[in-house]
């Protein structure tokens, strides 16, 4: 039971059990060979001490100290409740491109699963409801019907009536209620058919979205020219003018009433976006204006923003690949035409450029001027769908057994850290997180860790203090093998 926090501080490391483990085995194997008298002691502890060094600091327990900033999250309080935090472009532009060093930590510094989602949702399906007649009354020139929404519905904003009746002219108009009493106006439209004489129907109502459980239909002839008990339709469009005649006043038999939600042909997209402003332009040497963007933000396009009125340039645009030495190597992504010509009445203007992933932090865009005075960029703004961090908030957060949850710590912008693995994504993911109920958190603060040191510092106190761990040890091996020596000297009575 004792050795219980040193093995969780072990399984929270990412991929560095193995390396542990070795050392470990390489412990019990030099205790052997001491027994043994197989190997010398010394030179044997001495690779031991120097295998300790080469064991990554990510296998002992992440705290705060660990990540150059965080951001604490105080409003996720309710146990085994699903929380959304909106990912601010200030932590994206200090996180590593991908959120790879994102980690977010219990009071215990205990790891939290976490998936990072867009703010994207699909388009909405089109639902259908069976209105209930409750009440018909009619007379030789207007009908009353009141219809109920089922128990569970959508804001509807259309009604179909289903009518096998032909040759027909109404006046419809709609009204709903939340109580059977008073009745607000929702439209007025008109419904006919004239299919006997042209390939003309109407019987269904639009208006805007409406969460009434009750509505009152009131149909009644419409006001047209009328010659003895028949009617007359005069129509005229774009040039057609047709005309229809014996179109009778009469009852029609309402079959059905259907409501149905609003149709939303595409799916709704949430944006964040970053303005970079007094940005360093320079020349190259073929008059070619170069400008450099530095940011870990997701970008998908990027608008410039020119102090030129009238300009028609092919910009080049370049992307930032890390590499062993530190140097970014750029590689060439596509090129895009930008232009603008506010002439009055035919103006035309495009400034936005796509952009790829980008697994550095830099984009380079260059501005082909040709013979034209050099393009003045005066910012760019980079564009990306908005992302949101989910996770749960479980009860008894933390080894503490606490009751209450909460206490959690966003942590980012820890160099050398491997995207982590959660089950939590085969739950919650892109297909699916709008169907659950999650709450949002408010706003949080980022801080700086004033005592973050660079993991290049952290090995390089783990050496000095590996090197005092050995000249420790030796001198207390040496201590005690004098003392060893000393007492066989000393005769025992």
């Known amino acids: 039971m004792n050795n219980q926090p040193t093995v969780n501080k072990i399984r929270r490391g990412q991929g560095v059990c193995d390396p542990l483990q070795g ?26 001490l120097v295998c300790l060094l080469m064991v990554p600091v990510s296998i002992f327990a992440l705290t705060p100290a660990d990540f150059q900033y965080s951001a604490e999250i105080k409003d996720a309080t309710r146990p085994n409740t699903l929380y959304r935090i909106h990912l601010t472009p200030e932590m994206l532009d200090k996180c590593s491109p991908g959120c790879n060093d994102l980690r977010l930590l219990d009071k215990d510094n205990n790891d939290v699963p976490y998936v990072i989602l867009q703010d994207i949702l699909p388009a909405d399906k089109v639902e259908t409801y069976a209105l209930q007649i409750t009440h018909y009354e009619a007379t030789d020139t207007q009908a009353e019907i009141i219809m109920k929404m089922p128990d569970t519905y959508r804001p509807v904003s259309a009604i179909e009536l289903s009518i096998a009746d032909r040759d027909f002219n109404k006046k419809a108009v709609l009204y709903a209620s939340r109580n059977g009493t008073d009745w607000d106006f929702i439209t007025q439209e008109g419904i006919y058919d004239f299919t006997s004489q042209v390939d003309l129907r109407k019987t269904r109502l639009q208006f805007s979205a409406s969460d009434y459980p009750l509505y009152r239909l009131i149909l009644t002839d419409a006001d047209i020219t009328t010659e003895g008990s028949q009617q007359t339709i005069h129509l005229k469009y774009e040039g057609l003018d047709f005309s229809a005649f014996g179109v009778k006043n009469k009852r029609v038999r309402i079959n059905t009433v259907k409501a149905s939600t609003a149709a939303t042909a595409q799916q709704r997209v949430v944006y964040d976006q970053k303005v970079f402003n007094d940005l360093p332009a320079k020349l190259d040497d073929r008059k070619n204006t170069i400008v450099m963007v530095e940011s870990a933000v997701p970008a998908t396009s990027a608008t410039l923003e020119t102090s030129n009125p009238y300009y028609y340039r092919k910009v080049d645009v370049y992307y930032a690949i890390p590499t062993q030495r530190g140097i970014d190597s750029y590689a060439f992504y596509a090129t895009h035409y930008v232009y603008s010509f506010p002439l009055v009445g035919q103006g035309a203007s495009k400034d936005y450029l796509d952009l790829p992933p980008n697994p550095g932090r830099q984009y380079k865009f260059v501005v082909n001027n040709a013979s034209n005075p050099p393009l003045i960029v005066k910012s760019v703004v980079l564009s990306w769908v908005k992302r949101d961090l989910f996770f749960v908030s479980l009860k008894g957060a933390g080894r503490t057994g606490n009751n209450d949850s909460g206490g959690y710590v966003l942590c980012f912008g820890g160099s050398g850290l491997k995207a982590p693995q959660y089950d939590l994504a085969s739950f919650i993911n892109q ?25 290049a510092q952290q090995l390089s106190q783990r050496v000095e203090k590996a090197i005092l761990t050995v000249v420790v040890v030796a001198l207390v091996v040496l201590i005690g093998f004098w003392i060893y020596k000393l007492s066989k000297n000393v005769p025992w009575r």
């Open 23 to 48: 050392v470990l085995k390489g412990a019990r194997s030099i205790l052997e060979r001491k027994r043994s008298g197989a190997a010398p002691f010394f030179p044997s502890l001495l690779l031991l």
């Open 431 to 455: 297909g699916n997180y709008f169907e659950k109920p999650f709450e949002s958190v408010g706003s949080v603060v980022v801080a700086s860790n004033a005592g973050y040191k660079p993991p």
